[in-house]
């Protein structure tokens, strides 16, 4: 992980801390005690978060719309459509936190109403269906920007284990988005979807509680706290503005879930031209990005020229980001029904293969870590572009291979699953070069004031990544007649086909950012 050698300015929020104060605390493993109390908290949600997603698209595909004869192009429209919106909401949850709630009240809200949309899904009906999903959006939004922003105030001005922080952080991620998967799937497969719903609800249940005997231990500190208490308690028509946010939140219900029953609705979107898009395009492409840009230059005009510069980092760093999430988020869509109609699953099922990424995670996340203060000991640790370069590279060697598995399939156009597994770990390097780096620079290079937005905005990437992701996995759409899959060794030669284009487009980006390294390296003025 890198480390900054020269820090100009503290570039991480510290709300509501004491000027000179040491934001670390009570201390454990040599990290802020803080810092575990997070890592379960956030190992929990994401068991509830990674359990679901690993059998979202099944469930549709194999019940929910199983009579349907586009039931591949269905399901991912209505993945796609939530996962642009799971990761849109948190630049609002960041919003609200920096100016009104707090990092903790926001948390708390978004684990509750998580909790409740993972309940809700595991009761069957279409009204339920789309409820839960609007639920977990919103909370989502609330939890996700905040929980990761919390995790930097732990650390003071230039702690160099702030990297090895956010690296034991991402584990906990991934420890729950291991075991999801192997629970919820066996469940889900074996006694009924909605078990296997039901267990990602109890997961959320548990991170609610962590974090809250978290808060109450007061391992936190004065830290995530509301910006101004005083305000939040301030009416607005006889209620208060804390209490507008919660009223707000269950309103906005009912229109995301229309959003996901309408997540394929076509609808013109350049007058007479052939080019559609669905109710989800609208409010991204000509709602939420014209606002983020506005905002955007806003606060580019207000900051100085130190500011402004970082500022640009972290934007083109949320591009790459975004393309990098594009490829790999066919994790959950069709590398998942890849894995179902063209892998020989000798020893777990198809839900289950999304448990690979992150078993890998888990295997890498300390050695990885270790290797990063290792090279900055030795004043050899890459700078960040070039790590984002690296790890947009290796993923595009993962879906080479992919890719390259057709060349040994069997008869029935299926390949081995160790061809998946090679595949996923060298995505998996990849990521670890890319998302626990870009999670501790988005703190260190963004103006303090609006680093919980600007986290959002990084969340805001995943947004758009979903969405092309989507559009990615539709080419591998290979439902037939009456809703019968295609042969295997045509959807095989479907899947793969992608798989190789993914791998050389992901190539030329990684030229791209190498290319750019020597003007980010100059505008994160001593940031590493």
């Keep these: 992980m890198s480390y900054k050698e020269h820090t100009l300015t503290d570039q991480v929020s510290e709300q509501n801390a004491p000027i000179g104060a ?95 949309g993972h309940f809700a899904l595991a009761v069957e ?61 066996w469940l889900g497969v074996n006694y009924g979807w909605h078990y ?22 007061g391992v936190f500190g004065d830290r995530g706290l509301p910006p101004n208490p005083t305000a939040i308690k301030e009416k607005v028509a006889g209620i208060t503005k804390e209490w507008w946010v919660n009223i707000l939140s269950i309103l906005s219900l009912p229109f995301l879930g229309l959003m996901l029953f309408n997540g394929t609705l076509t609808l013109p979107v350049f007058g007479e031209t052939n080019f559609d898009g669905s109710l989800i395009d609208y409010v991204m492409y000509y709602a939420l990005l014209p606002i983020i840009a506005i905002i955007l230059i806003m606060n580019l005009i207000k900051v100085d020229k130190i500011e402004r510069e970082r500022l640009i980092v972290v934007i083109l760093l949320t591009f790459f980001i975004t393309v990098f999430w594009s490829f790999f988020e066919q994790a959950g869509s069709s590398l998942t029904l890849f894995a179902e109609r063209n892998v020989n699953l000798t020893f777990m099922n198809a839900a289950q293969t999304n448990s690979i990424n992150p078993f890998f995670i888990v295997l890498f996340a300390l050695p ?4 990063w203060l290792f090279f900055s000991r030795m004043k050899m640790n890459p700078f960040t572009p070039v790590k984002f370069a690296l790890g947009i590279a290796q993923l595009g060697l993962g879906f080479l291979v992919f890719a390259w598995s057709a060349n040994f399939a069997d008869a029935d156009g ?26 501790s620079k988005v703190t260190e290079l963004s103006p303090k004031k609006i680093v919980a937005f600007i986290m959002g905005i990084w969340f805001l990437s995943s947004s758009f990544a979903h969405h ?33 284009q993914i791998a ?21 003025h001593g940031i590493h």
Excluded at 27 to 48: D, I, K, N, T, V
Excluded at 88 to 114: C, N
Excluded at 203 to 212: E, S, V
Aim: charged share 10%; aromatic share 16%; net charge neutral.
């Design 368 to 371: 990885f870590s270790a290797m």
């Design 414 to 439: 299926r390949v081995s699953i160790w061809f998946l597994i090679l595949g996923y770990m060298l995505i998996t390097t990849g990521e670890l070069f890319i998302s626990p780096v870009g999670l």
């Design 22 to 116: 040491d934001p670390s605390g009570p201390e454990m493993f040599g990290h802020p005690q803080g810092l575990f109390y997070l890592f379960f908290a956030e190992l929990w949600e994401r068991f509830s978060f990674y359990g679901m997603r690993a059998l979202l698209v099944l469930y549709m595909v194999n019940n929910l719309f199983e009579s349907f004869t586009n039931r591949d192009e269905i399901a991912f429209g209505i993945y796609a459509a939530y996962g642009a919106l799971v990761y849109a909401t948190p630049v609002i949850g960041g919003m609200i936190a920096d100016k009104f709630l707090g990092y903790r009240k926001s948390i708390m809200l978004g684990a509750v109403l998580m909790a409740l």
């Design 504 to 524: 050389y487009v992901a190539f030329g980006f990684a030229v791209l950012a190498l290319l750019l390294t020597p003007l980010m390296r100059k505008w994160s």
């Design 196 to 217: 296997g719903f039901g267990a990602a609800g109890v997961g959320m249940l548990l991170g609610l509680i962590m974090f809250w005997q978290g808060s109450r231990s």
């Design 468 to 500: 092309i992701a989507g559009i990615i996995a539709k080419l591998t759409s290979v439902s037939g007649g009456e809703g019968e899959a295609a042969s295997g060794m045509d959807s095989l030669l479907v899947y793969t086909g992608v798989f190789e």
């Design 125 to 185: 009906h279409p009204v339920f269906f789309y409820g839960s999903l609007a639920l977990l959006i919103v909370g989502n939004g609330f939890f996700k920007p905040n929980i990761s922003t919390l995790v930097g105030t732990l650390y003071k001005q230039g702690d160099k284990r702030r990297d090895a922080g956010f690296t034991i952080f991402y584990m906990g991620i991934n420890i729950g988005a291991m075991l999801a998967p192997l629970v919820c799937g």
